[in-house]
């Protein structure tokens, strides 16, 4: 039968079960748009490119659904170049959909042409130009199968406006994905052999947990080993959730802002067992110095891991959840009595503020805020943050139970990316309860979707963390720059203001009391509420491990307090 | 350490682009890379040549292979291979020293292939070492101009890098993504 080349491309959308695109309009992008309204698609108008880009990637991290964004040429498909290398970055799969301009006018700067494709190129899994209505469905097949096989990434199909227009025979089944890549890992019997004989004769071990368990959905085997093994579990930022918070054998988040307990841990142990992670340096500091005693296992999907960062005793190439399946029946249960129990004894003696008895001085600090919002929601939200300060007191003082509760910009660190992640996590799973955690300075890169929330009637609470500075930045500045405030101080509108003037209720808090009744309200409303809590303008993430340094070389905490069992 | 990959691509508009700019972005360096036509329609052969560690070499194959358009890499440095490499050099030659020019091309079992009353063009093929030795012996006649292909490798011995039915069939009418830009060397 014979379509449209824009007519394939939601034919095969809808076929891959996409019921939801985010995307903005144009010239080149147009034929696509007018097809859009004979199928069944719920299209999210958005601000702005980049905010698409990163619905489609909340989209996809709070379900494991490819989530798919839509833009027209040049400045259209240049905003959206932010949301594919976040998505890259952090193994995202979505499906960025481009118009182009015309096929005869390529290579001519036509108006609004960009090489996308060109452009592109670093920062997708892979990415096509289709200049021709055949092409649609192969491409558009393809690129759904390589966004969420594998390692998941995002991948870009730009569509000249003739490829849209012109007709060609449709038929769906020839336009079936080609395999790819090097054929299968190899049976690899002799690593399992040797992870095995590590794990049996490790006395301190340490478990790295990251994002790879909750891409390949290992959570219930995780668990397992973890539990039979007895041996405890560091995550990274992106493996939060992977691993329920409250289980005992969790430490915490390990790296640049983990707790010292977990670092310690980390270079005292005698071996790591690093799942679905990528040794990223936030997380290892320094290599040099990195673990130094500990023999390494390192299981990752992605065979050009390996080695990267930190040269590893057995690298084992699969998936997460494969691997766990075929140890799980072979490992011995552990006892690590002892190493659990330093373990402990480094966390009775380790800084850790009390959220409970930190002095209710008047001023409001962001870790009331964060723990508070964690007890008035049970700690079911789903949370999606932004990047900076605020970012690592969520890691620190939410605590996720669940998994795919935290959605956060770990690889590429985007600003900006809270409050549409939320919108597109939300439009993703109707009944969670999302709020956005984000700084009042990476909330004013994307507000402009506040429009969107309103235009769509999307429920997402937002906590803006609002201390008037560029906070990490000026952090960074109080520890390493002699405190000189190049370029942090921020000046920020009304946002109890901003969110009326959309037709959005606003909330402006500035004293603990008053934190848990605004959470309250703003749950209770079956709308969004914006609540700005306004907090100590000075306040500093601890522990940090300083760029460079050594992982145990942490700068602590002022004045430590011991950990209250009510507040871990 | 040199390492020599043979690279077998889908012979598609950028596949070369894709190739380097992993490389580059990856921070590897390459030496030389040639690209041309196989005994098999629609499939590119490159090789690469690259200046890395033993450590890396694993990572540049697995990134390699993280290229849809790479069907097939192979690191041939460890098996008795062929290097050769193709070299047209121009050299100054007055009727006085032409003849101590052709006994040299002769030496290296060179071909002259252009004469004029000032200067030769010389081809030659082999080894990157015997193409800088020629070139060495005919610096002090003045070296006009060169123009060298890079190298090309193929292991020795029947063994040949089969694109086995597991590897992604190409079959150029399906797969044509046609941007009018033709990437071929």
């Given at each position: 039968m014979k379509k449209t080349g824009a007519q394939i491309l939601w034919e095969c959308l809808v076929r891959e079960g996409v019921t939801d695109v985010f995307g903005y309009p144009g010239g080149a992008i147009l034929p696509a748009y007018d097809a859009m309204l004979g199928y069944p698609i719920r299209h999210i108008l958005t601000r702005h490119e980049q905010g698409a880009t990163h619905m489609a990637d909340g989209y996809a991290r709070a379900t494991g659904k490819v989530g798919v964004a839509i833009a027209t040429s040049g400045p259209g498909a240049t905003n959206m170049v932010t949301g594919l290398a976040t998505a890259m970055m952090d193994s995202s799969p979505i499906v960025c959909i481009t118009g182009q301009v015309g096929s005869r006018l390529i290579g001519s700067d036509a108006f609004q042409e960009t090489d996308i494709t060109g452009v592109t190129l670093p920062v997708t899994k892979h990415n096509y130009l289709v200049t021709r209505a055949s092409d649609v469905a192969p491409a558009v097949r393809e690129a759904f199968y390589l966004a969420k096989t594998g390692r998941p990434g995002p991948v870009l199909i730009d569509i000249t406006k003739d490829a849209q227009q012109s007709q060609a025979e449709f038929d769906y089944d020839a336009a079936a994905p080609?395999?790819?890549?090097?054929?299968?890992?190899?049976?690899?019997?002799?690593?399992?052999?040797?992870?095995?004989?590590?794990?049996?004769?490790?006395?301190?071990?340490?478990?790295?947990?990251?994002?790879?368990?909750?891409?390949?959905?290992a959570m219930s085997e995780f668990k397992a080993f973890a539990e039979r093994t007895q041996i405890p579990v560091a995550m990274t930022l992106l493996g939060i959730g992977c691993f329920p918070a409250s289980h005992e054998l969790n430490l915490g988040m390990m790296g640049m802002h983990g707790e010292a307990w977990v670092n310690t841990a980390v270079q005292e142990a005698d071996l790591l067992i690093a799942l679905g992670m990528r040794f990223d340096d936030r997380v290892t500091g320094t290599i040099a110095t990195y673990a130094p005693n500990a023999k390494k296992i390192h299981v990752e999907i992605d065979p050009a891991e390996i080695n990267k960062n930190v040269a590893v005793d057995v690298g084992i190439v699969g998936d997460v959840r494969d691997v766990l399946a075929?140890?799980?029946?072979?490992?011995?249960?552990?006892?690590?009595?002892?190493?659990?129990?330093?373990?402990?004894?480094?966390?009775?003696?380790?800084a850790v503020r009390d959220i409970k008895n930190l002095a209710d001085d008047g001023h409001l600090y962001a870790a009331h805020v964060i723990n508070d919002l964690w007890?008035?929601?049970?700690?079911?939200?789903?949370?999606?943050?932004?990047?900076?300060?605020?970012?690592?007191?969520?890691?620190?003082?939410?605590?996720?139970?669940?998994?795919?509760?935290?959605?956060?910009?770990?690889?590429?660190?985007?600003?900006?990316?809270?409050?549409?992640?939320?919108?597109?996590?939300?439009?993703?799973?109707?009944?969670?309860?999302?709020?956005?955690?984000?700084?009042?300075?990476?909330?004013?890169?994307?507000?402009?979707?506040?429009?969107?929330?309103?235009?769509?009637?999307?429920?997402?609470?937002?906590?803006?963390?609002?201390?008037?500075?560029?906070?990490?930045?000026?952090?960074?500045?109080?520890?390493?720059?002699?405190?000189?405030?190049?370029?942090?101080?921020?000046?920020?509108?009304?946002?109890?203001?901003?969110?009326?003037?959309?037709?959005?209720?606003?909330?402006?808090?500035?004293?603990?009391?008053?934190?848990?009744?605004?959470?309250?309200?703003?749950?209770?409303?079956?709308?969004?509420?914006?609540?700005?809590?306004?907090?100590?303008?000075?306040?500093?993430?601890?522990?940090?491990?300083?760029?460079?340094?050594?992982?145990?070389?942490?700068?602590?905490?002022?004045?430590?307090?011991?950990?209250?069992?009510?507040?871990? | 350490m040199q390492t020599t990959f043979?690279?077998?691509?889908?012979?598609?508009?950028?596949?070369?682009?894709?190739?380097?700019?992993?490389?580059?972005?990856?921070?590897?360096?390459?030496?030389?890379?040639?690209?041309?036509?196989?005994?098999?329609?629609?499939?590119?052969?490159?090789?690469?040549?690259?200046?890395?560690?033993?450590?890396?070499?694993?990572?540049?194959?697995?990134?390699?292979?993280?290229?849809?358009?790479?069907?097939?890499?192979?690191?041939?440095?460890?098996?008795?291979?062929?290097?050769?490499?193709?070299?047209?050099?121009?050299?100054?030659?007055?009727?006085?020293?032409?003849?101590?020019?052709?006994?040299?091309?002769?030496?290296?079992?060179?071909?002259?292939?252009?004469?004029?009353?000032?200067?030769?063009?010389?081809?030659?093929?082999?080894?990157?070492?015997?193409?800088?030795?020629?070139?060495?012996?005919?610096?002090?006649?003045?070296?006009?101009?060169?123009?060298?292909?890079?190298?090309?490798?193929?292991?020795?011995?029947?063994?040949?890098?089969?694109?086995?039915?597991?590897?992604?069939?190409?079959?150029?009418?399906?797969?044509?993504?046609?941007?009018?830009?033709?990437?071929?060397?």
């Open positions: 080609r395999p790819h890549g090097r054929p299968g890992p190899p049976p690899q019997e002799a690593q399992f052999r040797e992870a095995l004989a590590l794990i049996h004769a490790a006395e301190r071990p340490v478990i790295l947990a990251g994002h790879g368990i909750l891409l390949g959905n075929r140890l799980l029946p072979a490992v011995a249960a552990g006892d690590r009595g002892p190493w659990l129990r330093k373990i402990d004894e480094l966390k009775g003696s380790t007890r008035a929601t049970n700690g079911k939200a789903l949370v999606v943050t932004d990047v900076g300060q605020h970012q690592m007191w969520e890691a620190q003082y939410y605590h996720h139970d669940v998994p795919r509760s935290l959605i956060t910009s770990g690889g590429l660190g985007t600003m900006g990316f809270a409050l549409p992640a939320a919108i597109g996590a939300k439009i993703a799973r109707p009944n969670a309860e999302v709020w956005v955690v984000v700084g009042d300075g990476g909330f004013q890169m994307t507000m402009a979707e506040l429009a969107t929330i309103v235009q769509e009637g999307i429920d997402v609470n937002i906590a803006i963390i609002n201390n008037g500075y560029l906070g990490m930045v000026r952090q960074w500045q109080e520890f390493f720059y002699e405190r000189r405030y190049a370029a942090t101080p921020l000046l920020s509108p009304d946002f109890v203001k901003v969110a009326e003037a959309y037709g959005i209720r606003g909330i402006s808090v500035r004293k603990r009391d008053d934190v848990i009744p605004a959470v309250q309200r703003a749950r209770q409303a079956r709308e969004t509420v914006l609540i700005d809590f306004v907090v100590e303008q000075e306040d500093t993430v601890y522990p940090m491990v300083p760029a460079g340094a050594a992982l145990h070389q942490m700068i602590r905490r002022p004045s430590p307090i011991a950990e209250t069992g009510a507040d871990a | 043979i690279v077998h691509v889908e012979d598609q508009p950028g596949v070369l682009t894709r190739v380097t700019s992993l490389i580059r972005r990856r921070g590897f360096n390459i030496e030389s890379l040639t690209v041309g036509h196989t005994e098999r329609p629609g499939v590119s052969r490159m090789t690469i040549v690259m200046d890395s560690d033993e450590r890396a070499v694993p990572r540049i194959e697995a990134n390699l292979y993280k290229l849809v358009n790479v069907i097939r890499v192979e690191n041939i440095t460890p098996q008795p291979s062929v290097l050769r490499d193709l070299a047209m050099i121009k050299v100054a030659a007055t009727e006085a020293s032409r003849g101590a020019i052709m006994q040299l091309v002769d030496v290296f079992r060179a071909r002259v292939v252009d004469v004029s009353p000032d200067s030769l063009i010389i081809e030659i093929t082999g080894t990157q070492d015997k193409i800088d030795g020629l070139v060495e012996m005919l610096r002090p006649y003045g070296v006009l101009e060169m123009a060298r292909t890079g190298c090309v490798a193929m292991a020795r011995g029947s063994n040949v890098p089969v694109l086995a039915a597991a590897d992604r069939p190409v079959d150029s009418s399906a797969v044509e993504f046609d941007s009018g830009v033709s990437f071929s060397v």
